[in-house]
């Protein structure tokens, strides 16, 4: 466990402090700045680079169009969904020459990417729903989608996956 520690120094009367509210307003801003700066010391680790060739890994491929919200226009791609037992999901979605998002799930962390890295979250525990390509591992494993998202089989191998809330849509196609 890493431990961050934060010194404050106090001026007394006749050194230039500063008394009352403005010194607790300073004091206060002090604090708050100490905390963001240290809040850095513990955090999660990146996720190690995902073999799709090892053992238990089931990779499919297809292709989909994500609409990410109801304002935004439809972007058709190629998508990539690989799962292995325990949870482990790998998602891809591309338009070449571009990865336009990225999901992991390794054991308890997690990792999303968009536009090649320029935003990206990263955690401990269960991946946020609020995000497709989660979604899409989960009910393609046969799990239900959390609250707000709808997936329908439209064929064997096609499907369509909704936020009812958002407008984000995800519909497509994958073989193995």
Not at 94 to 108: C, D
Not at 135 to 158: I, K, Q, Y
Not at 161 to 172: I, Y
Request: hydrophobic residues 40%; proline residues 7%; contains cysteine.
């Amino acid at each position: 466990m890493t431990h961050c520690l934060l010194h404050r120094e106090r001026v007394h009367a006749g050194t230039g402090s500063r008394s009352g509210a403005a010194g607790r307003l300073v004091s206060g801003l002090v604090l708050a700045v100490g905390l963001l700066l240290t809040g850095s010391c513990r955090s999660t680790p990146p996720l190690p680079p995902v073999d799709l060739s090892a053992p238990g890994w089931q990779v499919r491929q297809g292709q989909a169009v994500w609409r990410p919200t109801k304002s935004r226009p439809e972007v058709a791609g190629d998508l990539w969904v690989a799962t292995r037992p325990g949870g482990d999901l790998f998602v891809q979605f591309a338009k070449e020459p571009f990865v336009l998002a990225t999901a992991q799930v390794a054991g308890e962390r997690w990792r999303i990417e968009f536009g090649a890295g320029r935003y990206s979250r990263r955690g401990i525990g269960q991946p946020p729903a609020r995000f497709a390509w989660f979604e899409l591992g989960r009910v393609l494993a046969g799990e239900v989608p959390h609250n707000g998202w709808d997936f329908m089989r439209l064929t064997t191998n096609t499907w369509k996956l909704e936020n009812r809330r958002t407008g984000e849509s995800l519909e497509g196609y994958v073989w193995r």
